[in-house]
Every structure is written in C-alpha cells, then in structure tokens.
C-alpha cells in the first residue's frame, strides 16, 4: 500500500512524521509541484554512519515548489540518538543496520520490518527512487536511483539463451537488496554491466531490433555525437594489479621497500579465458611473463602473480596487461571515444624504491 500521509493534504510543502510502526517516528517531507507529475521519493541513512546524505536530504527539504512539475517526498531513515553521537546508523529498535536486511520481512524483526516498510510502502507508488548514499562520514555523496521503465535494454536471442546467462533473485543466499537489483535482475557474464538490467519488471520477446534510447542512444562507441556507432557488448581483456608498497596521500606515488616483491592481481575478458597476463616495470619497454591462478570457469576473474627484484633504486612504472584465447591483447592506449566506454587500457602504477636492494 503506498504512502499516505493525510495531514500533507492541500499543502504545497508539508513536514512532519510519519510512523512505520508504533514507538518509531520517521522525519518526512512532501514538497508538490506547480504542477502534477511524476512523484520522486528520496532516501538517506539506510546505509551506514551517512551524515553527508542526511544533510543533503535536509538541503532538499528548501526546494522551491514551482521549481519543478511532480511530487517529492523526503524520508530520512535514521536513528536521532546515534547521528547526533556520530555513531554508525542502526535501526531505532533492535540496533541492526536496516540496508543488511532488505528487502525486509513484515513479520521478522524491527530492521526487517522497517526495511520491508521501506519497499511495500514508502516506495509503493512512487515513479521514482533516489537513495543518498555517502557510506560512511569520511566518503563523497553517492546516489543511486531506480527509474520505472528507464532501463530497457535488449539482447539477441541467442545471446539471452545462453547457459550463463541468469535471472537473479538472490545474491550470498539473501534477497537481492535494492541497489544490486532487487526484486529481480539479469546477468548477463562477459558483457559490460549495462547489459545486466537491474529491477526486472517483464521481459518482451521481438521480432525486430529494439529501439529504446538505451539501446538506440546509450552505449554506444561514436566519435561525434551524430554517428550511430557501434553498441557496447563484451568486455575487452583487461587485468589489474594490487599497487605494491605504501601509497603517498597527495600524489598516490607508491614508495616499495628493497628486496623481493610480489606483484599480484587479476585479469579478465568477455571473449575466452585470460591465457596470459604479462607485466612491465619500465612504463612498457620490456614485458615479462606473469603466473597464472586457476580460473574456475571462463567468466571469472583470473588470479596473477609476478615477482619483483628492482635492482636499483629510483623511479619505476609498473604495467600490467592480459591475453585472452581469443587474441585480444590488453592496449598501452585505448582507443578513444566519446562515452569513454570500453577503455581497458594497461593500468599504471608509479612506484619508488628508495634505496639499494641489500645483498
């Protein structure tokens, strides 16, 4: 049943509580329009110690009315007691973070039922879904949003049938929560993350190409904004390293004690397991051959190593780049486009040795 707060009615701007259960009391705000329209809910605090989200929702509640067309509710989900402490966010009843429970159960506990509050009420109705999230105090703003209808994206059939490909429902034997997709989603393995559509709502058998602007529009790689391009589809091989040694706050410049090194990481490619990953530690000149992991199928992340000995000390540049069974070999340059998609450029890593490896 959707949210319904009779005390906003008739009111451009309405602020109060509203009560999910007896003894809780969440702050809410419900700004209108100058006209009606689509209606957008926001969220903060669902997440963990957010006071820059919190702040951010409260910014919100100032929005002009005839700023926009459609409705905007404002629901901070937070503990008073604990923000004001500055302690991590819990649920006001039972102490437990509300984001590690959803989807939530109406008849478990007070975080489950709240969290199912959450989605059966607060988001029942609603066009859209805006959650504020910043992780903890110390991280930048981050929302994320759900949009009816906004995602629809197409594959070939014979794409869509593939073995690999699945409908999930469920992630480390839990409910999807709402961000990864919940109550449904595709994935799609080897294909950039587009291609796995989040909060599935029906699935549509064609018997033409789909034109929808995420397809037609979205994703593309063009040169020039008029172009068609060619769509984005399977990841290129790629491989990463863990940047070896202690990292410089400012520059990000890594300083790596003399002696052995092992340099590790992963690699991976939509096109055929990784059969290779070579590193460099002279920006490129010279590649040598690194150890590969086991990689339990062809859509998982490959597991490298390779020992280090820098000889002298001074500056290096560490790269690293994969092969797949296909023939793709990782790029020292990317091919530019504009969307900046696909890049699977080497990665680069300045380190220092700051003196002589002692023998």
């Not at 007691?81 to 509300?98: C, E, M, R, T």
């Not at 086991?294 to 560490?318: N, T, V």
């Amino acid at each position: 049943m959707p949210l319904h707060v009779p005390a906003s009615a008739g009111q451009r701007r309405w602020t109060g509580y509203v009560e999910p259960e007896a003894d809780l009391r969440l702050p809410c705000t419900i700004i209108r329009g100058r006209s009606s329209g689509p209606k957008l809910l926001v969220t903060a605090g669902v997440h963990g110690a957010e006071y820059s989200s919190i702040e951010a929702a409260r910014r919100l509640t100032t929005l002009p009315p005839d700023s926009f067309i459609g409705e905007v509710t404002i629901l901070p989900v937070l503990n008073l007691q604990a923000f004001w402490s500055h302690l991590p966010y819990v649920n006001p009843l039972d102490g437990k973070n509300i984001n590690r429970v959803f989807p939530g159960n109406a008849g478990g506990t007070a975080s489950e039922r709240l969290a199912a509050w959450l989605v059966g009420t607060a988001m029942a109705g609603m066009d859209c879904y805006i959650d504020l999230h910043c992780g903890d105090i110390i991280e930048a703003l981050l929302p994320f949003a759900i949009f009816r209808d906004g995602d629809e994206r197409s594959l070939p059939l014979a794409d869509a049938l593939r073995e690999e490909v699945l409908l999930a429902y469920a992630m480390n034997g839990r409910p999807l929560p709402p961000q990864h997709g919940f109550p449904l989603r595709l994935v799609v393995p080897g294909w950039y993350g587009m291609t796995s559509v989040k909060w599935v709502e029906r699935i549509t058998v064609l018997d033409q190409p789909f034109e929808g602007y995420q397809q037609a529009r979205g994703y593309r790689l063009r040169q020039t904004p008029d172009e068609d391009g060619e769509p984005v589809s399977r990841m290129l091989p790629r491989s990463l390293m863990v940047p070896p040694g202690i990292p410089d706050f400012a520059t990000r410049e890594r300083t790596v004690e003399p002696g052995p090194c092992t340099v590790t990481g992963r690699a991976w490619s939509g096109f055929g397991p990784v059969e290779r990953v070579e590193v460099s530690a002279d920006g490129g000149a010279s590649w040598s051959d690194a150890r590969l992991g086991r990689q339990p199928s062809r859509w998982a992340w490959r597991p490298w190593e390779w020992d280090w000995e820098p000889r002298e000390p001074g500056r290096y540049e560490l790269c690293c780049r994969a092969t797949d069974a296909a023939g793709n070999v990782q790029p020292l340059t990317a091919p530019w486009n504009l969307g900046g998609y696909a890049n699977n450029e080497v990665q680069r890593v300045s380190a220092v040795v700051a003196s002589a490896t002692r023998t």
